[in-house]
């Protein structure tokens, strides 16, 4: 992209009368140099400038210390070239970038409108913030280099707007400047543009040197006119740091492989060489020593010095633990490398993946901020003057697994007796909910729905159920006591917010009580009382099964334990009749895959569930009753039987094996036997088994 001069707002998108455009030779009087020539001329000197020449960390200071009085010049142009040069820098901000890439935007009214708002008004904000985004041909690009504020210090982009037609007066570009352009009147003051980036010019000198013209802010350049951010603890200091320390190190290192990567070899002659004879022995001696083919005497030997020295070299280790340094500060110390310890081209771990979105989700909030502040404000001032903001820009994923959580937290706090806003709910899910009070049915209907089959026993009435016999009287109690005692802290929870008398108190406490209670609900089930309650009662009822004879399933079919599976228990579970293409039926049922806790396989033990795994499985599937299989997918390992286990066939140290677990699914009336594949593998230190992938086929 060609840059061009910002000498004054008006300049760059208010058409003045008598103004020619700057770019043609025939606008200019007297066939003078254009504008564009000049500025092309201005960074003529800066193409040719190697900031990295002479680089040493005495001299970075002072680039530091230049750059703390507001003298940016050299400082970012430095940063340029490492940006490039830097592998674990360039990875990096690479990978920083990809991450708030996949994220989208919004514009939303905010959940309270402020004192004399109201919701048409809100609507008409929202309609019209979303049509000036719409029309800004690089947002993406401007949201990358404010988020790069973060390597940089800062980003100063301009409104560049249209100048005619339908949109005039909206913004076309939000015009990045390159940050080697700019000086600050020292660390607080304004900036100042510095187009043919001078070195040296900061506190004190900004007003003399580049003028009043100049300064953002000022009558020229407009406050109104731009969208800054700033980073007070940029990374660029860590970064250029630990890049001087890494050219070092890497220097030194080619050195010695150059001087100790091949062997020197010291030929110790025979005694007792014959008069005359000693260049002949002499020459053969240098040619087996500089490594090349040759013979001997009798009676000599070679000796290599440096073979030893070759393995004691610290010069790697050296290396990642200031590549180190930048990966901790760039990821705010959730990660140490970038890779995987087998090498980049095996790619990130699912952890690495998980703590770039955190990142990304991090920028997009402070992104987010900034564009409200100077962008919003400023586009709603002018269309709609007087009337308070009730819409704000948002930067964030449109992430299904969280409309799962809130949908489980619904259903969680209507079980228990608490009613939701359905608006609200509608808002958080995105989706048009409407609340319906279900028809009264009959409850053999719903026996017959919920189990699939025609109800004969006493399930058709459960006030029919017979008692329990005496001696599991006290088991039920203790098992109950212990469900009692792992949803205790919930329910007294519950029971202060019902006491507020406060209505705003009470509403603001009870929000709360809801955002937290998935992270609730997961803690109840890490380490609950009643699995441990529920132990003895199985232990003991599988020895008294054991004693009373074979054990039958429900079908009446043995399980030998001879790994082959014969039993005749199903999963069952109510035909929901998937509609959609397969990306869309993957897509839901990744959703509900994602919030899996790992399931417990009886001879495997846990089982996680991978994306790598979870996407590699639905990957394979075709039709609906494959895609509405893997949301049961927890169960069907838990009651499946493990039935062959093989080796890695690609011999990966990291793969330990192979598990197949077959279990058996019947969804609405059609019965499927299901295989799922389970991957052992391991780090090193700890072994994990994962869902690697499933299969169905139809019973006959």
């Not at 990295?52 to 400082?75: H, M, P, Q, S």
């Not at 010695?256 to 000693?278: D, R, S, T, W, Y």
């Not at 079908?555 to 082959?564: E, F, L, R, V, Y």
């Not at 996407?615 to 075709?622: D, M």
């Amino acid at each position: 992209m060609a840059r061009t001069s910002i000498l004054s707002a008006a300049h760059i998108y208010q058409p003045q009368p008598g103004v020619p455009r700057a770019g043609r030779r025939a606008d200019v009087p007297g066939g003078g140099k254009s504008a564009a020539e000049m500025i092309r001329q201005s960074n003529l000197w800066r193409d040719n400038y190697n900031p990295l020449r002479g680089l040493t960390l005495e001299r970075l200071v002072g680039i530091f210390e230049a750059a703390e009085r507001g003298a940016y010049a050299e400082l970012q142009l430095l940063l340029r070239k490492v940006e490039k040069r830097y592998p674990v820098l360039k990875a990096l901000k690479s990978r920083r970038l990809a991450a708030l890439e996949k994220l989208d935007w919004d514009v939303k009214i905010f959940d309270r409108l402020p004192s004399g708002a109201t919701a048409v008004m809100a609507a008409r904000q929202q309609e019209f913030l979303k049509a000036r985004y719409e029309l800004i041909r690089n947002l993406r690009e401007a949201i990358g280099q404010l988020a790069l504020a973060e390597f940089r210090g800062y980003a100063v982009l301009q409104k560049h707007r249209y100048r005619e037609g339908v949109n005039d007066g909206a913004v076309a570009e939000l015009y990045w400047l390159e940050p080697w352009c700019w000086a600050k009147d020292g660390y607080y003051g304004d900036f100042f543009y510095n187009e043919d980036s001078r070195l040296g010019i900061g506190l004190g000198s900004c007003a003399t040197i580049l003028g009043e013209g100049n300064r953002l802010g000022g009558q020229s350049l407009p406050r109104a006119a731009f969208v800054i951010r700033e980073v007070e603890s940029p990374l660029y200091e860590i970064a250029l740091v630990a890049f001087v320390n890494w050219l070092m190190a890497r220097k030194d290192w080619a050195a010695f492989v150059e001087i100790f990567g091949l062997p020197n070899g010291v030929v110790v002659m025979p005694p007792n060489i014959a008069p005359g004879k000693e260049p002949e022995y002499q020459a053969a001696a240098q040619s087996v020593a500089d490594g090349l083919s040759g013979a001997l005497p009798n009676g000599a030997d070679i000796k290599f010095p440096t073979a030893s020295v070759r393995g004691e070299a610290p010069f790697e280790k050296f290396c990642d633990a200031v590549d180190k340094d930048v990966v901790l500060a760039g990821t705010g110390g959730l990660l140490t490398m970038l890779s995987m310890p087998q090498g980049i081209g095996h790619g990130s771990s699912q952890q690495h993946q998980d703590a770039f979105e955190e990142i990304a989700h991090a920028d997009a909030l402070k992104v987010s901020e900034t564009l409200q502040a100077d962008f919003d404000r400023v586009e709603l001032a002018s269309a709609f003057p007087g009337q308070p903001v009730c819409v704000y820009f948002e930067l964030a994923a449109k992430d299904e697994e969280d409309i799962k959580e809130v949908v489980d937290a619904v259903v969680s706090l209507d079980a228990i007796g608490l009613q939701t806003d359905e608006k609200e709910v509608s808002t958080r899910t995105g989706f048009q909910l409407k609340r319906i009070t279900p028809p009264e049915q009959d409850q053999a209907a719903v026996d017959k729905k919920v189990i699939g089959t025609d109800i004969g026993q006493a399930l058709r009435n459960r006030a029919l159920r017979p008692a329990p016999p005496a001696h599991l009287a006290d088991d039920i109690h203790a098992f109950a006591a212990a469900v009692a005692g792992d949803i205790e802290p919930v329910l007294a929870r519950l029971q202060a917010i019902t006491e507020i008398k406060d209505d705003v108190l009470f509403e603001a406490k009870l929000r709360e009580f809801y955002d937290q209670f998935p992270r609730l609900k997961s803690d109840l089930l890490k380490d609950p009382k009643s699995d441990r309650a529920l132990l003895p009662i199985i232990t003991k009822a599988l020895v008294a099964g054991m004693q009373a004879g074979k054990v039958r399933n429900r079908g009446g079919k043995i399980m030998n334990g001879d790994g082959k599976f014969h039993g005749n228990q199903y999963v069952v579970v109510a035909d929901e009749h998937w509609t959609g293409t397969k990306k869309e039926m993957s897509a839901r049922a990744r959703a509900i895959m994602s919030k899996f806790a790992p399931a417990r396989q009886a001879t495997l033990g846990a089982v996680r569930f991978s994306q790598n795994g979870i996407k590699k499985s639905l990957g394979l599937q075709q039709t609906p009753h494959e895609f509405q299989a893997a949301t049961v997918m927890p169960e069907l390992i838990k009651r499946g039987t493990l039935t062959k286990t093989e080796p890695d066939r690609e011999g990966r140290p990291d793969v330990k094996a192979f598990h197949t677990v077959e279990s058996r699914l019947q969804i609405g009336g059609d019965k499927y036997h299901v295989g799922i594949t389970v991957k052992e593998s391991t780090d090193g230190t700890k072994t994990e088994h994962r869902f690697y992938l499933h299969r169905l086929t139809p019973e006959k």
